[in-house]
Structure formats: structure tokens, C-alpha cells
């Protein structure tokens, strides 16, 4: 079965200092990832996915099919980063795909 | 174009209840996800909808049902509520199902059961 780790709860830094949110997956086929954010008193929205291999205000991934990693990368954080990163991974199951979250990492980026 | 909906926001049930929650997706898509959100399990997908059919299910008990209607729009329904089903109901839709990348969230249905 799928599965997707966020090994830390909360990640604090202060403003200015490159930011890692780190995840791992595990995941028999060619997998899908995703990463998610949530900001305070906002829905879930789609940040980047690792397809399109773009930079979303200022963050990049890079999927790792070695170390089976997809780890969200910022070299300068910003204050209004501060919010709930979920990564996430598409996987198909008898024909349909789903989406399986990790348990999200709170980044709080202080002044 | 207006985005996804959920009503009711808020929701206080007792243990036993039934509850039925609604969905409203953004026009033009088609399929329908539920995801509980719970702090000690994060968020968990429920199932998905495409054409009024359920196309993918997790790993919940049967207590937890949906469906959905002809102009997309989707209910889902919990019988026989336990106090672990508090929760945040997190509905998302997209175009066409498996778009993973393409799902737009609402804001969740917040289920509190006493």
C-alpha cells in the first residue's frame, strides 16, 4: 500500500533562512507527487506537483526515486510561508487514482 | 468562477445521529472527492464520484456513504455517528476524476459529535 511521511510536525525558522519540509513516500509503482498548503483561515490548495517540475513562490521539489523522496525546498523564507505543507501522492488502484496525504508539516517563519 | 462549497460549515451531532453533508463543485467538474481531516490521522480519502457513480473508495466503514446528483453536485452521509467521526469533511473537485493534480478544495464541514 502507498504511503507518505512527514517526518516533523512543525519546522520553525526565521526569516531569510533556507527552509527543507522533508518527505517520503513509499509506493510499488511510477508515482505522482504533489505538494499541498494550507494558510491560516484558507482551503487546501495545490502548491507544485514534481510533473511539471516548476517553482511556486519561490519553492521547489525534486522527486527522488532513489531515496523515494519529494522534499519541498526554499533557500529564503518569507513570513507569509508560514502555513500547513501537505505532500501528497497520486497512486492508482483498479483503474483509478487517489490521493494520499501525509500527516503535514507547520512551517512557521518568524521575523 | 466560483469555487467549491460545502454546507453546512459547522455541525454539532450527538453519538447515534445520522449526518448528511453537501457539496457544491466548482461548474464544469465532474468529479467529486471526501477527505476526513482528523489531527491524529491527517487527511484521509474517503471516495470519489464521477457521473452520479462511485468510482473509488477508502478505507472506511460502510457508516460512511455517498452520492452524487445529476448536475455533479454530492452528499455524503454518515449513519450512526461515534464520537472518532469529529472531524473536518473536506470535499474537492476537478474535471474529470484521477486529476489528482487538478482537485480544488472547499472549505470542510466541521462535524462535532458529543
Known amino acids: 500500500a502507498q504511503r507518505v511521511t512527514q517526518p516533523e510536525k512543525l519546522l520553525s525558522v526565521f526569516k531569510g533562512a533556507p527552509v527543507e519540509l522533508k518527505c517520503n513516500y513509499s509506493?510499488?509503482?511510477?508515482?505522482?507527487l504533489f505538494w499541498y498548503v494550507q494558510y491560516s483561515r484558507q482551503r487546501l490548495q495545490l502548491l507544485l506537483r514534481?510533473?511539471s517540475r516548476e517553482s511556486i513562490k519561490g519553492f521547489t521539489a525534486d522527486l527522488n526515486k532513489g531515496e523515494t523522496s519529494f522534499h519541498l525546498k526554499k533557500p529564503f523564507a518569507q513570513e507569509e510561508d508560514s502555513a500547513m505543507y501537505y505532500c501528497?501522492?497520486?497512486?492508482?488502484?483498479?483503474?483509478?487514482?487517489?490521493?494520499?496525504f501525509g500527516k503535514g508539516t507547520m512551517l512557521l517563519v518568524s521575523p | 468562477k466560483a469555487g467549491v462549497t460545502q454546507t453546512p460549515r459547522y455541525l454539532i451531532k450527538t453519538r447515534g445521529q445520522q449526518v448528511t453533508l453537501s457539496c457544491s463543485p466548482i461548474?464544469?467538474?465532474?468529479?467529486v472527492s471526501w477527505y476526513q481531516q482528523t489531527p491524529g490521522q491527517g487527511l484521509q480519502f474517503l471516495f470519489e464520484y464521477f457521473s452520479e457513480t462511485q468510482r473509488n473508495k477508502g478505507n472506511f466503514p460502510g457508516r460512511f456513504s455517498g452520492r452524487q446528483f445529476s448536475n455533479s453536485r454530492s452528499e455524503m452521509n454518515v449513519s450512526t455517528l461515534e464520537l472518532g467521526d469529529s472531524a473536518l469533511y473536506l470535499c474537492?473537485?476537478?474535471?474529470?476524476?484521477?486529476?489528482?493534480?487538478?482537485?480544488?478544495f472547499g472549505p470542510g464541514t466541521r462535524l462535532t459529535v458529543t
Open positions: 514534481h510533473i
Open positions: 509506493y510499488s509503482g511510477s508515482p505522482e
Open positions: 474537492a473537485s476537478s474535471l474529470d476524476p484521477g486529476l489528482a493534480g487538478g482537485q480544488y
Open positions: 501528497a501522492l497520486s497512486s492508482v488502484n483498479s483503474g483509478y487514482s487517489t490521493l494520499t
Open positions: 461548474s464544469g467538474h465532474r468529479s
